[in-house]
């Protein structure tokens, strides 16, 4: 099991670019208000923070979670935005859903960095957390597209196939596309899709 605050301590983290993800940014140009909806945005895996304070820049009120206290630390030293909030929690686990709601969910590097035998989890966890008609808003990386690609990780392999068997549940897929914006590297590799709870 990967101990992600001992990662952040010794400073192994190669998915921290110091920027929000340019598909995100890509998206926020892109988007109306009704696909985050009024109430709060909610970023799982946040890291040090940028994706949730890009979000907040947009004025979404967005909140973030990640497991690593070492990841939290280092979200709240930024200077706040607007009312962006973090968190250390699991979002996995059924205790973290108690007395929360959100109208949108941001996805990126979360999905791919947990055990895939958890990903049902992940996909309940998005139910639970979303109210009725909110979005799990996510770019995704597909790996498996690249034959040269490791099949340990993190990050974990995955397809489109997989995504849509793992949401169908709860959720329905309304939008799809490859981003234009990556960071150098995953050009190709990333998928941006909303899925709609119902």
Same mark, same amino acid.
């Given at each position: 099991?990967?101990?992600?605050?001992?990662?952040?301590?010794?400073?192994?983290?190669?998915?921290?670019?110091?920027?929000?993800?340019?598909? !995100?940014?890509?998206?926020?140009?892109?988007?109306?208000? @009704?696909?985050?909806?009024? *109430?709060?945005?909610?970023?799982?895996?946040?890291?040090? *923070?940028?994706?949730?304070?890009?979000?907040?820049?947009?004025?979404?009120?967005?909140?973030?979670?990640?497991?690593?206290?070492? $990841?939290?630390?280092?979200?709240?030293?930024?200077?706040?935005?607007?009312? @962006?909030?973090?968190?250390?929690?699991?979002?996995?686990?059924? +205790?973290?859903?108690?007395?929360?709601?959100?109208?949108?969910?941001?996805?990126?590097?979360?999905?791919?960095?947990?055990?895939?035998?958890?990903?049902?989890?992940?996909?309940?966890?998005?139910?639970?957390?979303?109210?009725?008609?909110?979005? !799990?808003?996510?770019?995704?990386?597909?790996?498996?597209? +690249?034959? *040269?690609?490791?099949?340990? *990780?993190?990050?974990?392999?995955?397809?489109?196939?997989? !995504?849509?068997?793992?949401? $169908?549940?709860?959720?329905?897929?309304?939008?799809?596309?490859?981003?234009?914006?990556?960071?150098?590297?995953?050009?190709?590799?990333?998928?941006?899709?909303?899925?709609?709870?119902?």
């Amino acid at each position: 099991m990967t101990d992600w605050n001992e990662r952040y301590k010794i400073g192994d983290t190669p998915w921290e670019k110091g920027a929000a993800a340019p598909p !995100l940014i890509e998206l926020l140009g892109k988007t109306q208000e @009704e696909i985050w909806g009024s *109430g709060r945005t909610l970023v799982p895996g946040c890291g040090s *923070g940028h994706d949730v304070r890009a979000l907040a820049t947009a004025g979404i009120t967005a909140v973030g979670v990640d497991l690593a206290r070492e $990841a939290i630390r280092r979200a709240e030293v930024f200077p706040r935005i607007s009312d @962006e909030t973090y968190e250390q929690g699991d979002f996995l686990e059924k +205790d973290f859903a108690e007395g929360k709601t959100f109208s949108a969910i941001w996805e990126h590097t979360c999905f791919c960095a947990i055990d895939p035998q958890r990903r049902e989890n992940y996909a309940e966890s998005c139910s639970r957390l979303l109210q009725s008609g909110g979005h !799990l808003i996510g770019v995704f990386f597909l790996t498996a597209q +690249d034959p *040269g690609e490791e099949q340990q *990780g993190p990050p974990f392999n995955s397809t489109i196939s997989e !995504l849509d068997e793992r949401f $169908a549940r709860w959720f329905d897929r309304i939008k799809e596309w490859v981003p234009e914006s990556s960071y150098p590297g995953r050009k190709g590799k990333e998928w941006l899709a909303i899925y709609r709870k119902r």
